[in-house]
Nanobody, 127 residues
Framework: QVQLEESGGGLVQAGNSLRLSCVVS??????????MGWFRQAPGKEREFVAG????????DYGDAVKGRFTISRDNYENTLSLQMNNLKPEDTAIYYC??????????????????WGQGTQVTVSS
């Protein structure tokens, strides 16, 4: 089994930055090769794709709402996934979830249906 644990959420003012982290533990082979990413869910809204990255880190993808402001990265040695969020806006307020795919998932298929989910971390951006 694979466990994902997010941290780094909090309350920030609009225009500021925040960095989320996700620690990955569990089956080493799976955690090393799986594509990973971030989703978010705001109150009263459906979950939304934020960012994704291949297991080697060579390819990334971003949701339209965060392109140019957020950067996803990973450290396979430390088994961590990060999301650097700059120029935050009130509409970025949401619970942010770390997600991962199976060993057979491509980045695209992982984004379409993540296999593993963390518990989420709250990000609140005040105006």
């Amino acid at each position: 089994q694979v466990q994902l644990e997010e941290s780094g959420g909090g309350l920030v003012q609009a225009g500021n930055s925040l960095r989320l982290s996700c620690v990955v533990s569990g089956r080493t082979l799976t955690t090393t090769v799986m594509a990973m990413g971030w989703f978010r869910q705001a109150p009263g809204k459906e979950r939304e794709f934020v960012a994704g990255i291949t297991w080697q880190g060579g390819m990334t993808d971003y949701g339209d709402a965060v392109k140019g402001r957020f950067t996803i990265s990973r450290d396979n040695y430390e088994n961590t996934l990060s999301l650097q969020m700059n120029n935050l806006k009130p509409e970025d307020t949401a619970i942010y979830y770390c997600v991962g795919g199976s060993t057979s998932d491509t980045l695209r298929s992982m984004i379409e249906m993540p296999r593993y989910w963390g518990q989420g971390t709250q990000v609140t951006v005040s105006s």
